[in-house]
């Protein structure tokens, strides 16, 4: 069965940062491109950022552009959301999917369509 686990979210305070993971099982990176996508209380899903593991290449949102910073590992075989500065309006449930058209509308759309099967999701908290 292929898997998605995420990890690493929490409650932090306006400014700090948090690093979120993403690991497979049931298969390798090399399979799939890989993005963040995220859900706030009361709002759309939204794609955050995405990864093609094999060339390092990457979409980020408008939003979160300079902030955060996708990057993958081949050899531990993990992908990382690392999540700098963050503000109240980042407060969300962060996915890990596995996208099958590498694109920017599929990685920073809703994840709508492109996504093969998604993690469980990891909290992330954001006090003010």
């Known amino acids: 069965e292929r898997r998605l686990v995420e990890s690493g979210g929490g409650l932090v305070q306006t400014g700090n940062s948090l690093r979120l993971s993403c690991v497979p099982s049931?298969?390798?990176?090399?399979?799939?491109?890989i993005g963040w996508f995220r859900q706030a209380p009361g709002k759309e899903r939204e794609g955050v950022s995405c990864?093609?593991?094999?060339?390092?290449?990457?979409y980020s949102s408008d939003s979160t552009k300079g902030r955060f910073i996708i990057s993958g590992d081949n050899v531990r075989n993990e992908v990382f959301l690392q999540m700098n500065s963050l503000q109240p309006e980042d407060t969300a449930i962060y996915y890990c999917?596995?996208?099958?058209?590498?694109?920017?509308?599929?990685?920073?759309?809703?994840?709508?369509?492109?996504?093969?099967?998604w993690g469980e999701g990891t909290l992330v908290t954001v006090s003010s």
């Open positions: 999917a596995a996208i099958n058209y590498y694109s920017e509308d599929v990685c920073l759309g809703t994840g709508s369509y492109g996504v093969d099967f």
């Open positions: 990864i093609n593991v094999s060339d390092g290449s990457s």
């Open positions: 049931g298969f390798v990176f090399g399979d799939y491109l």
